[in-house]
């Protein structure tokens, strides 16, 4: 089992940034992905971007440019760091670890970007 708790999470102006950090524990291997999803209200759960344990990213078209997936591996830790918040990337953001038929999912942290 894999345990993923986020925190970084919070309140910020239009403009501004956020860095978000996930704690993954338990039986954790090294050949995995992991990544950050978000839902907004009235929306679906999408991809925000991906990390590889190798470090190998994806991301999605309306954060390219301004959001950056980074991880410890030797912590097991990965990282977004949000630059340029838009009002439209307020949403609650989950971490995510994926390998083989392996899928665990945090509890959520709330992102909300004023305008």
């Known amino acids: 089992q894999v345990q993923l708790v986020e925190s970084g999470g919070g309140l910020v102006q239009a403009g501004g940034s956020l860095t978000l950090s996930c704690a993954a524990s338990g039986s954790i291997f090294r050949g995995n992905v992991m990544g950050w999803y978000r839902q907004a209200p009235g929306k679906q759960r999408e991809l925000v971007a991906t990390?590889?344990?190798?470090?190998?990213?994806n991301y999605a078209d309306s954060v390219k440019g301004r959001f950056t997936i980074s991880r410890d591996n030797a912590k097991n830790l990965v990282y977004l760091q949000m630059n340029s918040l838009k009002p439209e990337d307020t949403a609650v953001y989950y971490c995510n670890y994926h390998r083989v038929s392996d899928n665990y999912w945090g509890q959520g942290i709330q992102v909300t970007v004023s305008s």
């Open positions: 990390i590889t344990s190798g470090g190998n990213t």
